[in-house]
């Protein structure tokens, strides 16, 4: 990837471009001296066998150079196997060719004599190699490929020792009789077919142009040895020159073929090179992202501008230098990310999501993932960028509309205590000038005149009292002043209690209450006038909103951890949008000032609260509409040693009726 990628592309291009000419040029000098003899041949008067036989010899090791040379030159542009193992089949017929141990003809009037034809021994060799290049045998394929040197020279030596040993005629594997020389070339014929059948499949399914060219060279040679054996039922000159040069054909169609096909692979890797320029240009100009790769072994292959900036505000910097920057910053990641990460990619092949740096206060958003490049090594791509003021940017406006919203509930908060203040406040001045002024037109009926408003007056001191009351605690609650003080007591029979000594006032709105237990008695650690608040705001809450002749439920389960109290009405229920809020500071349902039921949003407040100090829970089920249910959970546990309160806790009347003040159809 990057400058390395971009120049082993040019190079390839070069190495096309400069196998084109060799072969172009080459072929050009052999077709102008083919040519000529042509033209020698046509002029002369007798044909000098020793002329042709050499012309052959030196044509065909012309042909068998460029073979092998262009095979290889295709092999480094496009890594194809089969390339490079058909490269050592022209290596043995070059070989061959030297020696005089292919195409070697004797020629005596218009008899050719087919005994040095063809030297069965590099045939066989020749032709294992062809089914290698076909198999399946992957392992072997790799093998050869990735040992290239080592199978040349190993093909070379085998190949020479085996022509050398024909020579001295110390092994013996020719031909015998005809029959023996055309049941081979049928063998021959057999496998070419194979062959070209195999590749053509195979360029049809990959869709590859140079298997075609094999495909097709392969078949031309099908035909050779077809003609060779008609050529040894007619041994003719003619008919075996015809068999020579079907060689030449086969050699210039496989020639000619890599010719296209690397111009096609010159055009590819110009393509490829304008897109890699295109790609790099985007990845190095890019401000925003910071881009780089590594390999297996940690070696940096490409960092764009912006990664380098990062690391070292350099983008000069080699890559080598850029590696110990990049593990300075890997030291400032947490170990156990470091490990989840790699995990992850291992097993997804990609990973995504913020990395926090220790040291430093720098958030980075990163994308990591697998690439495979260069015969499919593996190599790691990573993305980041520093989100840091962003998500400073982001908690900031956070912080903005938690202090908006805090400031817009303050405000509510404001208007609904002026409210709540001024309506007690209002009746304390309106009733003060009622008997002021009986007391100076009608003094006499005075004291009738202040018991019919004295349970007025009475009912609104215990409002404004119970407002002071709550906004006094909830602030003690704030600055840590109030703690629980924990004892051992009956917590069944003190929710009992509590709930029958409202069951009176309840009844004035016709509403029945309910207590239901599972169990008689239970003693746990609590604080029991924290308990008793808790319970007295809950159900007060349950009265001021069931309508008339509805029904309040108090229930008590126990389990090993927990106690659960729950509150449960058939009352107007909480609106759905409130009720993630409804236990923060001055959270009401109605807050408008012609609201039915009085209240200054903090009660509910105090008891998640009070609740928290307790240990316990506490939560809300409602669907909006139809009631709702309150749950308390306090821990079931016991204090160590003899702690108990009271054999009977005394609920405060005075309290009942501050938490029942603002229950406006109690008092009419």
Request: charged residues 20%; proline residues 1%.
């Amino acid at each position: 990837m990057g400058k390395n990628t971009s120049k082993e592309i040019k190079n390839t291009s070069t190495q096309s471009m400069l196998a084109i000419g060799i072969i172009t040029f080459t072929a050009l000098i052999i077709g102008i001296i083919y040519i000529g003899i042509l033209f020698t041949v046509i002029n002369s008067n007798s044909i000098y066998t020793i002329d042709i036989i050499m012309f052959i010899k030196i044509f065909d090791l012309i042909l068998s150079v460029l073979a092998i040379g262009s095979c290889i030159l295709c092999y480094t542009s496009t890594k194809k196997e089969e390339l490079f193992i058909i490269s050592l089949i022209h290596i043995i017929f070059f070989v061959d060719i030297i020696l005089g141990n292919i195409d070697s003809i004797s020629i005596s009037g218009s008899q050719i004599n087919i005994n040095s034809y063809i030297f069965m021994a590099t045939s066989l060799l020749r032709i294992s190699i062809l089914l290698i290049s076909i198999s399946r045998f992957n392992k072997i394929k790799t093998l050869i490929v990735k040992n290239k040197v080592i199978s040349i020279v190993i093909i070379f030596i085998i190949s020479l020792a085996i022509g050398i040993l024909k020579i001295n005629n110390m092994i013996d594997l020719d031909f015998k009789d005809i029959n023996n020389f055309i049941i081979y070339n049928i063998l021959l014929t057999v496998v070419y077919i194979i062959a070209t059948i195999a590749y053509l499949i195979k360029s049809i399914r990959h869709k590859e142009y140079i298997y075609s060219v094999i495909s097709a060279s392969t078949f031309i040679f099908t035909f050779k040895w077809i003609y060779s054996i008609f050529g040894a039922l007619n041994t003719s000159a003619n008919i075996n020159l015809v068999s020579i040069s079907i060689t030449y054909i086969g050699f210039i169609v496989f020639i000619g073929g890599i010719i296209c096909e690397l111009i096609l692979s010159i055009q590819k890797n110009k393509e490829l090179e304008r897109e890699l320029s295109i790609f790099k240009q985007i990845a190095d100009e890019n401000k925003h992202q910071c881009m780089y790769i590594y390999d297996e072994l940690e070696n940096i292959k490409y960092a764009n501008d912006a990664a380098k900036i990062y690391f070292t505000n350099n983008n000069t910097i080699s890559n080598n230098d850029l590696i110990k920057e990049r593990q300075r910053l890997i030291d400032d990641i947490d170990k156990d990310i470091i490990i989840k990460i790699e995990e992850c990619v291992r097993s997804q092949g990609q990973w995504r999501g913020s990395i926090k740096l220790l040291s430093r206060d720098i958030t980075l958003s990163c994308r990591i993932q697998k690439l495979y490049l260069d015969n499919n090594k593996e190599n790691t791509v990573v993305i980041f960028n520093d989100i840091s003021e962003k998500l400073k940017e982001k908690k900031y406006m956070l912080e903005y509309e938690k202090i908006k919203s805090q400031e817009q509930i303050r405000s509510e908060f404001f208007a609904n205590i002026s409210h709540e203040l001024r309506t007690p406040l209002n009746i304390f001045y309106s009733t003060t000038q009622l008997l002021d002024m009986k007391v100076e037109k009608d003094p006499d009926n005075f004291i009738t005149t202040y018991l019919n408003n004295k349970g007025n007056l009475k009912t609104n001191c215990h409002r404004m009292l119970r407002l002071i009351n709550n906004i006094v605690d909830i602030t003690k609650i704030d600055v840590g002043f109030t703690k629980p003080t924990f004892i051992n007591y009956d917590i069944v029979r003190l929710v009992e209690d509590i709930t029958l000594s409202i069951i009176n006032y309840a009844k004035l709105k016709n509403i029945n209450i309910v207590f239901d237990t599972d169990i008689e008695e239970h003693i746990i650690q609590c604080d029991v006038e924290m308990i008793e608040r808790v319970m007295l705001n809950l159900l007060s809450n349950a009265i001021k909103f069931t309508r008339k002749s509805g029904n309040i439920v108090v229930s008590i389960q126990i389990n090993v951890n927990w106690i659960h109290i729950t509150v449960e009405d058939d009352g107007i229920g909480i609106p759905i949008e409130i009720q993630e809020r409804i236990f923060d500071r001055f959270v009401q349902s109605d807050k408008s000032l012609t609201r039915l039921n009085e209240g200054s949003g903090i009660g509910l407040s105090i008891v998640h609260s009070i609740v928290k100090l307790n240990g316990g829970e506490v939560s809300l089920k409602s669907d909006g509409e139809n009631g709702s249910e309150f749950k308390v959970l306090l821990p079931n546990k016991k204090l160590d040693g003899d702690i108990y309160g009271e054999e009977v806790y005394t609920v405060d009347v005075q309290r009942i009726e501050l938490e029942l003040s603002d229950i406006y159809e109690l008092y009419k």
